[in-house]
């Protein structure tokens, strides 16, 4: 959705010889039509656009100034216009709107002179006999005023009073009311041309004067757009210009002859309007390799071109698509929580994108996904947008917490950490972002050694697909469930003492082996708490079915004497090993050992009614033993 069509996007044009007057060219429709008609002999060599894009003033060849009020008519290319007309009675060399009525001209006959709404005639400013070629506005307070002989002055405007003479090159001699000094905001500076190819870079905040020698040949055409200077000499060289270079980082062949210049872009092209000493107006296009002819406007004797400033219009579309990308946010969180999950809210989302809010539509596709308990989704979404947007983005804050907050619950602590690391760096002084980052550090350690037990809410094929999302193989040793409830023992029984009567029973029972007993120091880690328990692992050989399952006893010791025991199941991921698969295809085969324990399968159910079988046995008969050594 393209939305410029919403703001000034218009180059006027000044137009001389026997039918002088103004022009306007809209590039989206174009439209050429002329909306000011001038006796012969008062061609129009200067224009001035206030900020809002409403007002316009225009001195000419013979000393006229022409004020116009602009008001665009909705649906074509026509204007109503009031023009005031005042009269320097010299050629008039510049005109600057300094606010949304005021504007200065200055003339050939040295002078510069203040028009301010309401007053009956135009306010001096003090020149010392300096002709002024070309004006600009410095701030709210300050004019500058660049003169034919190369000092630039510098005025308070509500004083009247110059507060500085800045010495500078001279502008070319030939055509000097076409010098138009442009403000390039990427490097803070003033930029305008010299004689001789010389370009001039001036800061104000630093009282700073650059010049460098760019072309062979006088240039007159020089526009800023975004990070780039483009400037077009006599000579026909275009050159691209970075911040802070001596050098331009791209030059190729061009029009020749042009003597003034505007920009138009938009989201889809570039346009440049631009005009030869010929007094023809062509449209080019402009890439950065290119500056491509496209179109002779019609009509000839045009003398300068004023386009929109490029940063403001720029600044007002950005206004314009953020205002538009909150309310889209607002009708999202509203059909989420109405449950209007249709291609309504695909629609929201799409327009969020176009609009460049691509980080916004994946903050409100994760918390869509959260308000439905879609917890792998809503990691997908918000490790997309961590991807997309700088770390050091302030507009990440809350979706890196709530991503770290994600990551934590799905057991990714490494992961975590990472994210809870950029939180405390650059929120120093809140503590819980390290606090959070102490704890899966913790996690960390204990995941390298490889001997834990993670206890979770969170089912086991969600871990399996979090991991498939941040592509990492899903490895580790997970609890599956409880078998029964823990059993209070009332005597004292070790781990060692239940594998000694485990292997005793299997050994006299009549079935194929059971799986082998081994005791263990295992980490069981829970979102609730951190403790390492003596569990007795009963693992079943690599070629059984479910090789991927252990049964396990906790040994619990509780406080009158007497040992607590906790049967589980433990679902145990080995780590990937083989290099000719993949990750997704680890994790796949893993969520198909998963299926049958998840379904409940009756293989499954009959493997653990077999293994545990022994396992209570050899339990029972320890009770019983100790029982009855401890009555007598």
């Known amino acids: 959705m393209d939305m410029t069509g919403q703001l000034q996007q218009n180059i006027f044009l000044g137009v001389g010889s026997e039918k002088p007057g103004l022009a306007v060219y809209d590039l989206n429709l174009h439209l050429l039509k002329r909306i000011l008609s001038l006796p012969a002999g008062q061609s129009v060599y200067t224009i001035g656009i206030s900020d809002d894009g409403k007002l316009l003033a225009a001195g000419t060849k013979s000393g006229e100034i022409h004020r116009l009020t602009l008001q665009p008519a909705t649906g074509d290319c026509s204007y109503q216009t009031e023009p005031l007309i005042s009269s320097v009675l010299a050629p008039v060399l510049s005109v600057c709107f300094l606010d949304e009525g005021t504007f200065a001209v200055s003339d050939i006959a040295a002078r510069c002179l203040l028009f301010r709404p309401g007053q009956t005639g135009p306010e001096k400013l003090p020149t010392g006999k300096r002709i002024i070629c070309a004006l600009f506005r410095l701030d709210g307070d300050h004019l500058a005023g660049l003169s034919t002989c190369g000092e630039l002055l510098i005025w308070n405007r509500m004083e009247s009073e110059i507060i500085q003479i800045v010495e500078a090159p001279g502008p070319p001699e030939k055509l000097a009311a076409l010098v138009k000094p442009v403000y390039w905001s990427e490097a803070d500076r003033w930029v305008w041309p010299a004689r001789s190819g010389v370009i001039v870079f001036y800061s104000w905040s630093r009282n700073e004067v650059r010049a460098i020698s760019a072309h062979g040949r006088n240039v007159y055409a020089v526009l800023p757009y975004k990070d780039k200077l483009l400037t077009i000499g006599i000579d026909g060289f275009v050159k691209f210009w970075q911040t802070g270079t001596d050098e331009p980082v791209g030059s190729f062949k061009g029009p020749e002859q042009i003597i003034s210049a505007a920009l138009w872009a938009s989201q889809q092209s570039r346009k440049l309007v631009l005009i030869n000493e010929a007094g023809k107006a062509g449209i080019y296009s402009w890439t950065d390799s290119e500056v491509k002819f496209v179109e002779w406007l019609n009509g000839d004797n045009y003398r300068c071109a004023v386009g929109p400033d490029m940063q403001k219009v720029e600044s007002a579309l950005h206004h314009q698509k953020a205002m538009r990308a909150r309310e889209l946010a607002v009708q999202i969180k509203e059909k989420i ?17 176009q609009l460049g809010y691509e980080h916004v539509s994946l903050a409100l596709r994760a918390e869509e996904y959260r308000f439905n308990n879609d917890i792998v989704s809503e990691l997908r979404y918000y490790n997309k947008l961590v991807e997309l947007v ?61 001997k834990y037990v993670v206890e979770t809410d969170v089912p086991l094929p969600s871990l399996v697909e979090a991991s498939t999302v941040l592509k990492k193989a899903f490895t580790g040793r997970f609890l599956v469930k409880n078998i029964e409830a823990p059993i209070n023992c009332n005597v004292i029984i070790s781990a060692g003492e239940l594998i000694k009567k485990y292997v005793e029973i299997s050994g006299i029972k009549p079935q194929k082996p059971l799986p082998e007993a081994e005791q263990i120091e295992l980490w069981w880690l829970s979102n609730r708490k951190t403790e390492q328990v003596t569990t007795v692992i009963f693992s079943p050989d690599e070629s059984e079915l479910f090789r991927c399952l252990e049964v396990g006893v906790k040994f619990l010791n509780a406080a009158n004497l007497q040992t607590v025991l906790v049967p589980v199941v433990i679902f145990k991921a080995d780590k990937k090993t083989n290099n000719k698969v993949s990750i997704e295809q680890h994790n796949q085969a893993i969520l ?35 029982l009855a050594q401890k009555d007598r």
């Open 337 to 353: 929580s109405r449950r209007q999950m249709g291609s309504e809210l695909d629609s929201c989302h799409q327009q969020l994108v």
């Open 592 to 626: 198909a050992q998963l299926q049958p324990i998840i379904n409940g399968d009756p293989s499954f159910n009959g493997w653990l009614r077999m293994v545990y079988a022994n396992v209570r046995d050899a339990i029972l008969q320890l009770i019983t033993r100790k």
């Open 390 to 450: 700088p770390e050091a983005d302030e507009r990440t804050k809350s979706s890196l917490l709530r991503f770290a907050i994600l990551l934590e619950t799905l057991w990714q602590p490494e992961k975590a950490h990472a994210i809870f690391r950029q939180l405390a760096q650059r929120y120093v002084d809140n503590n819980s972002y390290a606090e959070r980052m102490a704890r899966v550090s913790r996690y960390i350690s204990i995941f390298e050694d490889g």
